[in-house]
């Protein structure tokens, strides 16, 4: 994962003819974090100055997402181990920039075990970084043959295939910071999303800094889940070192849905929540 981040990211940039001492992409470096990225919720579709969306997406990749893969990464270590059973699992990453949960997911998984990923993002630049950063995970064999990755902006219009009773993680890593984001549209779509791929157990890991005004969407977005069936797991905020970046408090939580077993019952179907 280092050596694709600092062949497809740094040497990008690094080699990109505007960049400078001073700059990035012909942009100040230390404006960059601020004026381009806007912390991480730009609209990366729009253009600034002379950057383009893909530059901003770019620059997102370098300047956020290195610290959000050893988040990620050292949190779906520890769900992994804690559920060793997991199979051929489905991820749904909702705002998923340049496949962030995407790289962090197959690092711990490894590559011996297929799963199925889908990315969403409203920003065609950040899906065209993902598909990219994909396709070369895949050639660096991050990837089992059989793992799958589909990109798009609306999750009303994934076809997730017939259902299926294995996991489904659904990430939500620094989305909900987001302006756009209408937390009651969000959780419909989740639970919409969960249901059509199948009965399986589901669980939705929320993460974002510790932040008071990044995090203020969390209680809506957990209550909604949980009015939909969801369990609270965990609901922490870790100072988390374990990264080359400063320490930062991010806040994670963890929900989960038991898998269903359906009843064929005469005329009718009942689904219930295993024991
Ligand atoms: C802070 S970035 C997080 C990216 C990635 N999840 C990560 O952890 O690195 C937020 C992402 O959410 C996307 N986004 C913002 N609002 C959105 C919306 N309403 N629907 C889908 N994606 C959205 C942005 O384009 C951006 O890629």
């Known amino acids: 994962?280092?050596?694709?981040?600092?062949?497809?990211?740094?040497?990008?940039?690094?080699?990109?003819?505007?960049?400078?001492?001073?700059?990035?992409?012909?942009?100040?470096?230390?404006?960059?974090?601020?004026?381009?990225?806007?912390?991480?919720?730009?609209?990366?579709?729009?253009?600034?100055?002379?950057?383009?969306?893909?530059?901003?997406?770019?620059?997102?990749?370098?300047?956020?997402?290195?610290?959000?893969?050893?988040?990620?990464?050292?949190?779906?270590?520890?769900?992994?181990?804690?559920?060793?059973?997991?199979?051929?699992?489905?991820?749904?990453?909702?705002?998923?920039?340049?496949?962030?949960?995407?790289?962090?997911?197959a690092a711990s998984l490894g590559p011996q075990e297929p799963f199925r990923y889908f990315g969403v993002d409203r920003a065609t630049s950040m899906l065209s970084l993902g598909a990219l950063l994909a396709e070369r995970a895949r050639e660096y064999g991050a990837f089992h043959p059989q793992t799958t990755c589909w990109f798009g902006d609306d999750l009303g219009r994934v076809d997730f295939g017939p259902a299926r009773g294995e996991w489904t993680l659904v990430v939500a890593s620094y989305l909900l910071a987001s302006p756009t984001i209408d937390v009651g549209l969000l959780v419909a779509s989740i639970l919409t999303a969960v249901s059509s791929i199948g009965p399986g157990p589901a669980a939705v890991f929320y993460t974002n800094s510790a932040n008071r005004n990044a995090d203020a969407k969390y209680p809506t977005f957990?209550?909604?889940?949980?009015?939909?069936?969801?369990?609270?797991?965990?609901?922490?905020?870790?100072?988390?070192?374990?990264?080359?970046?400063?320490?930062k408090d991010v806040h994670y939580a963890l929900l989960y849905r038991p898998a269903k077993t359906t009843i064929q019952m005469k005329g009718r179907t009942n689904e219930v929540a295993k024991a």
């Open 1 to 105: 994962m280092t050596q694709l981040i600092s062949s497809e990211i740094d040497q990008r940039i690094e080699n990109d003819h505007r960049t400078t001492a001073a700059t990035f992409l012909g942009w100040p470096r230390n404006e960059i974090f601020r004026d381009v990225i806007g912390g991480g919720q730009a609209d990366f579709n729009a253009s600034i100055g002379h950057l383009s969306g893909d530059d901003r997406a770019l620059l997102y990749a370098k300047y956020n997402q290195g610290r959000h893969l050893d988040e990620l990464r050292h949190a779906f270590a520890r769900l992994l181990g804690d559920h060793g059973n997991i199979a051929r699992p489905t991820v749904v990453d909702l705002g998923c920039g340049p496949f962030t949960a995407g790289l962090s997911f």
């Open 222 to 247: 957990r209550d909604a889940l949980m009015q939909g069936g969801f369990e609270l797991a965990v609901d922490d905020v870790e100072r988390f070192a374990d990264t080359n970046k400063s320490p």
